[in-house]
Structures are given as C-alpha cells and as structure tokens.
C-alpha cells in the first residue's frame, strides 16, 4: 500500500516487459500491412506501449508470454447488447423452418425485445450488460462498440445509453456508444413509420445530444424498415447534432442503402449480405468501410454471406464484428467470427485479424489509439494458447485465448 501511495506521490511509472512471444502479429501502420514478427519484445509503461523490438532493456516486471502468440485486443465494432433475454424461442421457430423476415412480421423480431427493456429497471439492465461485458472481454475483445436501439422512445433510449456510460465507467472494456433509435418502428408507430421518424429527429436526436452519451447514430436501412429517404433525414439530423452516421445496410435486400451510406460519408456500411455492384462502386469512391457480419448468417441458417471478395477487389476496406444481439446472432466470441470469415467468406487469416483490430478501430474513429501493437497505442493485447495465428481459425471450440491485458492490466492470469 505504502509503495503504491510513493509511486502515485511521485508519479514513478512502472515499466512492465512482455518475453518469450512465439510470433506477434499486428498491422502495421508503416509498412501497411499485417506482419508477424518473432524474437519481439513488448515494453509497456501504464496503458501504453513505449517499445517493440527485439532484445529490449529490463523493466520493473516480466511477463513471459510461454513463447505463445501475440497480438492486438480485439475489437468489436457492432454490437447491440442492451437488452433483457435473448429471443431463443425464435431460435426454434427458425429451426422449424420459420424465417426471420416472417417471425418478425408476426410479432416477434427486434419489436419482442421493446416491451421487457422498457418495463426494465437501469440497473437491471446494468447488471445484465456488466455480465456480457465480463464474457466480451474473456474472449478477447477490448474495445465494444455498442448500441442502443431495444427502447424505441427517448426515455427508454435514453436510458439505454445511460446503462452503456454507467457501465462504461465502472468496467475495463471500452465501450463506444451509438444510438440506435432507428432499429425499427415501436408499436404505437405501426401505422405512422414517417411519425416516429419525425419523434427520432425533433426529440430523441437532440436529447441525446445534449446529453453527449452516444458518439454514433445508426439505422436500419431496409425494406419493412426504414426507407432510405428516412434514414437520410436521420442520418443528415444526428450529423447537425454532431452524432456520426453509421448503417445497417442491404442484410436482405438490396434497396441503396449502401449508396447511402456513401453519400452521408458514414462511418460504415454493416451486413452488405445483399448490397449492388453500383453500392460496391459507390462505397469504394467514397472510401467507405465494410462491416461484415458472418455470425448473422451463420446463426440464422443461412448461405448467402457478404460478398467479401467483391468488396476487397473494388478496394474497400473491411472490418469484421459479432452483431451481438437477442435475436439473429448471441455470438460474443471474435475468434468464432475470424472462424467463420476464414471458412465461408475464404477470408485469409492476416486479413481476418486486421478486420477485426485495424480496420475495426478504424470504423470507430480509434485506430490512431487502438488496433495495432506500435508504439504509442494502448496496451490492450491478448496472449494466446497458441503458437500462430494460422491455428486460430480451426481452433473455435475451445477459447485459444490464455490472457487478455487491457490499458497495460493484465487479466485472466491462469
Ligand atoms: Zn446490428
């Protein structure tokens, strides 16, 4: 205790040495790709990496790494994790041959997750996103994008948002917050979809705001949801207001959401399951980034995954993410995703590891802080099982992941 009061009176930093890594393997911001590297060793002082080389100097503490893999934290950049249970009747329903598209129309879908978040208490809802939180950060991920979007009116979606910062400030993943007021249509709404998307603009949008508890705003841009005209008015609405745009675009259909998303500029483009080849243009012009979801897919029985390799050859650049979510995909793990992205998008592994660090952090606006191990980046790193990252797309059953550090922490420790 005394030793902590000095180092904290005088502001000693102490040095932490990472040892003994069999590879590490990060993108790498100068030769602009993803490299791996062996003999390295990693210095940290606080949340930070001061060095990386080889053969560096001693430091206050060693961690020997079991001469195991390295690389940087994951980082999930679309997830929708405020919500009371996951909607596993569905599941069977879907099982039994029922689609998404019609379970929703009858009742069930995202509108069956509304009434429980909103009769929810705040911290009921805390204690239940803490404990994911928990889950998200023993597979690796250190960096959450998260949305709102299961309340449907401002107080609910207020109070969503709230949950995010309460947790936020109480656990040692980062979460980025988005509001995801746009997710679908609530109820009271059924027959007035333009009514709620003037609620969304005049209220909910400025509410937020003002309140600065959401860095994003995200829509979902499809058929039977919402139109591209309204989420252009949400979209354009939420930039006033400083929130920055972000859609779920062409999951089903293809219906410009994705031309829309290079109009607006948003930070990406997610799902693309269905997106045109004028969308893949569009984007690629606008330098637009590709979220892809294969655990959607995967979890919904079908597929038609996202046309990966179209997207890489027009020049886009692809981040890859759970879609965490009650109903279509309860995936927490971004190794189970790299597996999926590696066997059914064909995407090569180095690839699978820069969507899901660089170009995930990118996606966020963060990759100048996370995403890569360099100097200068935050100390968020995981320590593998495993000795190369070729294992870690045949490895998904049991979690290959040994230790996770976060801002220079380390956790999990066997
Ligand atoms: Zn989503």
Redesign the pocket.
């Known amino acids: 205790m005394l030793i902590y009061q000095c180092l904290n009176k005088y502001n000693i930093v102490e040095s932490t040495k990472l040892k003994n890594i069999s590879n590490l393997v990060s993108f790498d911001t100068v030769e602009n790709k993803v490299v791996s590297k062996s003999n390295i060793e990693i210095i940290i002082e606080n949340n930070l990496i001061v060095e990386v080389g080889i053969k560096l100097a001693s430091a206050d503490k060693i961690i020997d790494c079991g001469n195991k893999l390295v690389t940087p934290g994951f980082v999930d950049p679309?997830?929708?994790p405020v919500f009371v249970n996951s909607r596993d009747e569905e599941f069977s329903r879907r099982l039994a041959g029922e689609s998404y598209e019609s379970i929703a129309s009858d009742g069930g879908g995202i509108i069956s997750s509304i009434q429980s978040v909103r009769d929810a208490t705040e911290s009921d809802l805390i204690s239940r996103v803490k404990e994911r939180m928990d889950s998200f950060l023993k597979l690796g991920t250190t960096t959450i994008e998260a949305?709102s979007?299961y309340g449907l009116d401002t107080e609910n979606e207020l109070k969503s948002l709230s949950v995010l910062k309460k947790v936020q400030d109480n656990h040692l993943i980062d979460i980025v917050p988005t509001f995801?007021g746009a997710?679908t249509f609530p109820e009271e709404f059924k027959n007035d979809s333009d009514g709620y998307v003037q609620l969304i603009c005049d209220q909910m949008i400025p509410a937020v705001a003002k309140q600065n508890i959401a860095l994003f705003n995200?829509v979902?841009c499809e058929e039977g949801y919402f139109s591209t005209e309204q989420a252009r008015r949400i979209l354009e609405t939420g930039k006033k207001y400083g929130l920055r745009p972000r859609l779920?675009a062409d999951?089903f259909l293809s219906s410009g959401a994705a031309e829309l998303a290079a109009e607006v500029k948003a930070f990406s483009a997610?799902?693309l399951m269905a997106v045109s080849e004028n969308g893949i243009k569009k984007m690629a012009e606008n330098n637009i980034i590709a979220i892809l979801?294969p655990g959607?897919t995967f979890s919904l029985g079908k597929t038609s995954f996202a046309p990966y390799n179209s997207l890489r050859s027009a020049g886009i650049d692809i981040a890859i993410a759970t879609?965490f979510?009650p109903g279509?995909?309860f995936i927490k793990s971004m190794p189970f995703i790299i597996s999926l992205c590696c066997i059914y998008l064909k995407m090569p592994i180095y690839e699978a590891i820069k969507a899901s660090t660089y170009t995930a952090a990118k996606s966020l606006g963060l990759e100048n802080e996370i995403g890569s191990i360099e100097k200068e980046k935050k100390a968020d790193l995981i320590i593998w099982n495993i000795k190369d990252a070729s294992q870690i797309p045949s490895h998904f059953l049991d979690n290959p992941i040994s230790k996770v550090m976060k801002n220079g922490e380390l956790l999990f420790t066997a």
Do not use: A, P, V
């Open positions: 679309h997830t929708h949305k979007g995801m997710h995200d979902f779920h999951e997610d799902h979801l959607t879609d979510n279509s995909c």
